[in-house]
C-alpha cells in the first residue's frame, strides 16, 4: 500500500462548480497536511495546510482533515478554468516531522 | 521574499557522466530534500537532510548520492548517469512542521 494516494483523474467540472479532490494515508499517526498545485512545466505552490481534525477555509479553498478516517480533501467551490492543474497531497508521517510524503496527484480539468 | 534556487533549469548529460545538481535556500531552513518526479508517478523522494552533514535515504536511493555541506546547500550526484535517470528534479526545503518550498525543477536529460 501506497503511503499516501489518491486518484489520477483527471477529474473534469464545468467552470462554477465544485471540485472535490481526496487523499488518504496509510500511517495512523500522520502529523501534518499539505495541499500543492502543480501547473504543467511548474514547481508544486502551496495552496493549504491543516494539521487538526476537521475544515479549513482559505477563500475559494477548504481542506477537510479525518484522522480517524485517514483521509485529507481538498474542495474547491466556484473552479474557475485557471484551477486547471495537478493537485499534490502530502503528509508528514510518524516520527519524522521533517519528512515529507507526497501522493501522485490528482489532474483537474475545469471546463470553460 | 523565500527562495529556493536550484542551478540548472535545463540538463543534457551523456551516460556515465558525474552529474552535479545543486540547490540553495535562503530561508535557514533545517529540512532539504530531493525529488524526481515522472509522469504518472508522482514526487518520488530521493534523499533528504535534516542538519548539516545529516543525510537519510527516501524511497529510491539507487544511482544517487547527496552532499550537505553547508545548512542553505544540498547537492544531488548522480555517480553514473543512465537514461533511467531522464526526470525532472525538485529540489525542496523546509522548517519543523511546515509547507514545503520548491526550487523551480531541473529537466535533465541523459543521452
Known amino acids: 500500500q501506497k503511503e499516501v494516494e489518491q486518484n489520477s483523474g483527471p477529474l473534469s467540472v464545468p467552470e462554477g462548480a465544485i471540485a472535490s479532490l481526496n487523499c488518504t494515508y496509510s500511517d495512523r499517526v500522520s502529523q501534518s497536511f499539505f495541499w500543492y498545485r502543480q501547473y504543467s512545466g511548474k514547481s508544486p505552490e502551496l495552496i493549504m495546510s491543516?494539521?487538526?481534525?476537521g475544515d479549513k477555509e482559505d477563500g475559494r479553498f477548504t481542506a477537510q482533515l479525518n484522522k480517524a478516517s485517514q483521509y485529507v480533501s481538498l474542495l474547491i467551490r466556484d473552479s474557475q478554468p485557471s484551477d486547471s492543474a495537478t493537485y499534490l497531497c502530502a503528509v508528514t508521517p510518524r516520527g519524522s516531522s521533517y519528512k515529507l510524503i507526497f501522493g501522485s496527484g490528482t489532474r483537474l480539468l475545469v471546463r470553460p | 521574499d523565500v527562495k529556493v534556487t536550484q542551478s540548472s533549469r535545463y540538463l543534457v548529460k551523456r551516460t556515465g557522466e558525474k552529474v552535479f545538481l545543486e540547490c540553495v535556500q535562503d530561508m535557514d531552513h533545517e529540512n532539504m530534500f530531493w525529488y524526481r518526479q515522472d509522469p504518472g508517478l508522482g514526487l518520488r523522494l530521493i534523499y533528504f537532510?535534516?542538519?548539516?552533514?545529516?543525510?537519510e535515504k527516501g524511497d529510491i536511493p539507487e544511482g544517487y548520492s547527496v552532499s550537505r555541506e553547508k545548512k542553505e546547500r544540498f547537492s544531488l550526484i548522480l555517480e553514473s548517469a543512465s537514461t533511467n535517470q531522464t526526470s525532472m528534479y525538485l529540489c525542496a526545503s523546509t522548517s519543523m512542521n511546515t509547507e514545503a518550498f520548491f526550487g523551480q525543477g531541473t529537466r535533465l536529460t541523459v543521452v
Open positions: 537532510s535534516y542538519d548539516v552533514k545529516m543525510k
Open positions: 491543516i494539521y487538526s481534525n
